[in-house]
């Protein structure tokens, strides 16, 4: 039986999702997840994600696939592998799927949010895994950057090396940037500010460079006017911006038909 598996996690202490071919692996969600099905069913079963979240980034909506025994299709495998799992990384939903679904082969869209810090003045503890404190920005200039980041382009220049594509071209649907309610129990402070985008597919690191062409564009390192030349370079060097840490990083959602 195919089994599709809706997976939450916190990277903070895992090397990304990827299973690591190290005499030594270190920890990756891939490792945890197998390891526990291994328990389940007493067999090598591989589990197959619809991306390779990197080392420190967070998931709210990872989705994976896996073939389990016929014989145990009627297990609550979200009640079973939720017992054996680490408590930072939760199944949310399981369910059978049909025999030649797959995770990422299927996926049409996918939607990664990104979340920036900009008070100095101080940083609330339970927000330093999830958030880039990057400081004040002019939110209407980053703003004006995410038209330049719309539609198809070769997103070459916002790719950083380490992984094989047929093709660097991608279609962005959807990005924005808003500012979220200041919290109540804090003294005032700049909001937090999320950026949330939408794309058929994403290149290595593609979000989190795009992240630091924002913080670039509202730290009035880069105007907004150069994007469409710095993309039609193809090359990650012309950009003169940083990629952003992992931490401020979560895959959100996976569509399909």
Not at 4 to 12: D, E, N, S
Not at 61 to 85: F, I, Y
Not at 99 to 122: M, N, P, S
Not at 183 to 206: I, N, S, W
């Amino acid at each position: 039986m195919r089994l599709k598996l809706l997976v939450a996690y916190v990277g903070t202490n895992y090397c990304g999702w990827q299973i690591q071919q190290k005499p030594c692996p270190p920890p990756t969600i891939q490792g945890e997840l197998e390891r526990a099905l291994h328990t389940v069913t007493g067999q090598d079963i591989r589990a197959f994600g619809s991306g390779r979240t990197d080392s420190g980034v967070h998931a709210h909506g990872q989705v994976v696939h896996c073939d389990v025994p016929d014989a145990r299709a009627a297990m609550d495998w979200r009640r079973s592998l939720n017992a054996l799992l680490p408590r930072d990384i939760r199944i949310l939903d399981a369910r059978q799927a049909r025999a030649d679904f797959h995770a990422r082969k299927d996926a049409q869209r996918k939607t990664y949010v990104y979340q920036f810090w900009q008070e100095l003045a101080f940083m609330p503890p339970h927000l330093t895994p999830f958030v880039w404190k990057c400081g004040p920005l002019n939110l209407e200039a980053a703003q004006a950057a995410l038209p330049h980041l719309l539609g198809q382009h070769d997103f070459a220049a916002l790719r950083n090396v380490g992984t094989d594509v047929e093709s660097t071209v991608r279609t962005v649907l959807r990005a924005e940037l808003h500012a979220c309610p200041p919290c109540e129990f804090y003294p005032p402070h700049a909001p937090l500010l999320r950026l949330d985008v939408t794309a058929d597919g994403f290149l290595k690191q593609m979000v989190r460079n795009m992240a630091g062409l924002l913080v670039a564009c509202g730290q009035g390192k880069i105007t907004p006017a150069r994007i469409p030349a710095l993309l039609e370079t193809c090359d990650r060097r012309a950009v003169p911006s940083v990629t952003a840490p992992p931490q401020g990083l979560a895959l959100a959602s996976v569509a399909y038909d």
